[in-house]
């Protein structure tokens, strides 16, 4: 099991960029996929992106060329790169971390895409 943390959620006008970060309570190292998933008000949690253990990534089409998931093992850290952000990305963003069949999520972080 993994506690994880979300930050760096925030009010951005659409187009701007927004950088979350995921911090891990132990190694990251062995998990064997970690993601970033988001629930808008009234619809259902959906996948953002992933990334593996061994680096390969994989993108809703919604986001696929605006927003780059990374990770760093020695930081035990996760990002989000969110770029050229729309309306349509307000949403609570959350971490998770799949390790073999245990799924853990962190509590969420607020972000809002608005003028």
């Known amino acids: 099991q993994v506690q994880l943390v979300e930050s760096g959620g925030g009010l951005v006008q659409p187009g701007g960029s927004l950088r979350l970060s995921c911090a891990a309570s132990r190694s990251i190292f062995s998990i064997y996929a970690m993601g970033w998933y988001r629930q808008a008000p009234g619809k259902e949690r959906e996948l953002v992106a992933t990334i593996t253990r061994s680096g390969n990534t994989n993108y809703a089409d919604s986001v696929k060329g605006r927003f780059t998931i990374s990770k760093d093992n020695a930081k035990n850290t996760l990002w989000l790169q969110m770029n050229s952000l729309k309306p349509e990305d307000t949403a609570v963003y959350y971490c998770?971390?799949?390790?073999?069949?245990?799924?853990?999520w962190g509590q969420g972080t607020q972000v809002t895409v608005s003028s």
């Open positions: 998770n971390a799949d390790s073999y069949g245990i799924s853990d």
